[in-house]
């Protein structure tokens, strides 16, 4: 079985500030680990993706997620927030095998706020 | 390349009536998997499907709800005699294949209402 704890569900920044997002995961099988952006009334786009290859992983529009098995962690961050990145994030899971590779298991989303 | 294409974007439907959602998935992609995003809740799986195949339908509900992605036009979730609870947006992605290195695409979703 595979989860994922998104701590916090609402996280402001100011502009130019550090983003922290955290993503606790729990698997049975290596994991494969995801962060989605989803901005208001339109679908999720896939920010990076950890496939076991590199534990920093780096995505697009700057944002990056650190692969820590010995904290079963992948947080999400970026070094300096632009008003942009206000959006929902989500943090995803899915197995390595069988049928679990089609599953994504996602967390409750974090409400990213930039504040001017 | 057009992305994963959903519609209605918007869907109102009386208790007791039918709702169809539909989702084109992206050129060359065979593996369709729908998701449903309830207010106040992250996106739950519902059913995976290849061409003509349900590979896992674990998150769908037992009753009243059937999907299917023929082998010709796009997939179809199907909710029969829905009810106030189905109100949520609903959204298909697609892959060309299996594995983390082909990722899912999601569309904007299908929000549905129901009165």
């Known amino acids: 079985a595979q989860s994922v704890t998104q701590l916090g569900s609402h996280v402001s920044v100011s502009e130019g500030a550090l983003v922290l997002l955290r993503c606790n995961y729990s698997?049975?099988?290596?994991?494969?680990l995801f962060w989605y952006v989803q901005y208001p009334n339109q679908g999720l786009q896939l920010l990076l993706k950890y496939t076991s290859a590199a534990t920093l992983v780096k995505g697009i529009n700057g944002f990056e997620a650190e692969f820590k098995k010995s904290e079963t962690s992948f947080h999400l961050t970026k070094p300096s927030a632009h008003m942009s990145d206000a959006a929902e994030y989500f943090c995803a899971v899915s197995g390595a095998g069988g049928t679990s590779y089609g599953k994504l298991t996602f967390g409750q989303g974090t409400i990213l706020t930039v504040h001017p | 390349n057009a992305g994963v294409m959903q519609n209605p974007r918007h869907l109102v439907r009386r208790r007791g009536q039918e709702a169809r959602l539909r989702c084109s998935p992206m050129?060359?992609?065979?593996?369709v998997y729908w998701y449903r995003q309830l207010p106040e809740e992250g996106l739950k799986f519902m059913v995976y499907?290849?061409?003509?195949?349900?590979?896992?339908e674990s998150g769908m509900p037992k009753e009243r709800f059937s999907a299917e992605f023929p082998k010709e036009g796009p997939s179809i979730l199907r909710i029969q005699q829905v009810v106030r609870g189905d109100s949520a947006a609903y959204f298909c992605?697609?892959?060309?294949?299996?594995?983390?290195?082909?990722?899912?695409?999601f569309g904007d979703g299908t929000r549905l209402s129901i009165l």
């Open positions: 698997s049975s099988v290596p994991p494969y």
């Open positions: 499907l290849q061409k003509e195949n349900i590979i896992d």
């Open positions: 050129k060359g992609h065979s593996h």
């Open positions: 992605a697609s892959s060309p294949g299996t594995g983390p290195n082909q990722p899912q695409h």
